[in-house]
């Protein structure tokens, strides 16, 4: 199995940043990508930005130039650097890996999710 730990989620004011950091552990043999997703009350969870294993990245155009996804390999860690937080950036961020371990084939996991709240 794998384990997702999140850190970095808190409250900040319009035009602030914050930084999410996401370590993954367990009996990994591969990691495929790993990313970020977002839920805001009443809507249903949606990506924000990923990182293939290949290095190619991809972000939903309302975090584009303001959030940068990169990941340790090393450590099994992504981060999400959040500049220019908007209060619309308000929501749950959840942790996404792609993986394969030494029990499973390839698998998503997600984290338990952190709160980024971006108010005045």
């Known amino acids: 199995q794998v384990q997702l730990e999140e850190s970095g989620g808190g409250s900040v004011q319009p035009g602030g940043s914050l930084r999410l950091s996401c370590a993954a552990s367990g009996s990994i043999t591969t990691i495929y990508a790993m990313g970020w997703y977002r839920q805001a009350p009443g809507k249903q969870r949606d990506l924000v930005a990923t990182?293939?294993?290949?290095?190619?990245?991809a972000y939903t155009d309302s975090v584009k130039g303001r959030f940068t996804i990169s990941t340790d390999k090393a450590r099994n860690t992504v981060y999400l650097q959040m500049n220019s937080l908007r209060p619309e950036d308000t929501a749950v961020y959840y942790c996404n890996v792609v993986a394969a371990t030494y029990l499973s084939s390839v698998a998503g996991y997600w984290g338990q999710g952190t709160q980024v709240t971006v108010s005045s």
């Open positions: 990182e293939h294993s290949s290095g190619s990245t």
